[in-house]
């Protein structure tokens, strides 16, 4: 292939079309987040079914359009990542790269929302006590440092996919809740635990009927040593009546699209 140089004219007006919508994105979201969710989590309304998933371990479960679904750390030391397909389709899947990009963050929290690979909002955050959630570097790896018994994220998350009817090619880059994973000033990773309280909690409520997997494990970048990871208490909700003015539904012109498109599908 011959690679055809670009002028620098060119290359100027895409840099100021870029620019311009960036302006727009940005202007079109809310001047401030809202605080964190209380801690402790406040008892559930409207349960329709709880799992203790351990240390290790999966969970998976199927969410009806408007149920919730809630996450409570059992302590620190733990993390938990998650994958979402369309019921409907499983071909349509979480994306993370679109996710950060249409909100202009990777600093998924309270508020914000999380498209498929269609541009369709699978699922929002309506509550969310710490933001302390990764949307960068994944789970633990094939081959976790702990004991042999302990299965990585990758295993579990192949174990999820079988168990939900998918292959492990189903699976999208995850999001993982719990991990205070933030970049510094020179591009690298680091884990700021002073995010975390070992009580915290979020709220994912499904914007169309999902797949869910769970994986409960250490996060590669948490400095929290031996093999105890704590269990993490997975709360299925019911619906529940949805303001016109819900922020996960307004807070940028992208998730106003992406509900939009939701909404035609």
């Excluded at 709880?50 to 199927?62: F, I, K, L, S």
């Excluded at 733990?78 to 899947?93: F, H, I, N, P």
Aim: with cysteine; aromatic share 6%; charged share 25%.
């Amino acid at each position: 292939m011959t690679h055809i140089p670009r002028s620098a004219d060119a290359i100027a007006a895409d840099r100021a079309r870029y620019e311009e919508h960036q302006r727009k994105g940005l202007n079109a979201a809310p001047k401030a987040l809202p605080a964190p969710s209380p801690r402790p989590a406040p008892a559930p309304a409207g349960v329709i079914w709880a799992e203790t998933v351990p240390g290790g371990w999966y969970y998976t479960c199927r969410l009806a359009r408007g149920q919730s679904l809630r996450l409570e750390a059992g302590g620190l030391g733990g993390s938990v990542s998650l994958a979402a397909w369309s019921a409907a389709d499983s071909s349509e899947r979480q994306n993370l790269p679109d996710t950060c990009k249409l909100q202009w963050t990777t600093d998924l929290k309270k508020g914000r929302v999380v498209f498929s690979d269609m541009g369709r909002v699978l699922f929002s955050i309506t509550e969310d006590s710490a933001g302390a959630n990764d949307a960068l570097s994944g789970g633990m790896p094939a081959r976790a440092p702990f004991t042999p018994a302990f299965r990585s994220t990758r295993e579990n998350m192949i174990l999820a996919t079988a168990k939900l009817g998918l292959d492990k090619r189903d699976l999208p880059a995850l999001l993982t809740f719990f991990a205070p994973v933030r970049v510094d000033g020179e591009g690298q990773f680091f884990w700021n635990p002073a995010l975390l309280n070992g009580d915290d909690w979020v709220e994912l409520r499904a914007e169309q009927d999902l797949l869910i997997a769970l994986s409960n494990t250490r996060h590669p970048l948490d400095p929290t040593t031996g093999p105890e990871v704590p269990s993490v208490r997975a709360t299925r909700l019911a619906a529940r009546p949805i303001a016109r003015d819900d922020l996960c539904r307004t807070a940028t012109a992208e998730a106003v699209r992406g509900f939009e498109n939701t909404a035609r599908a």
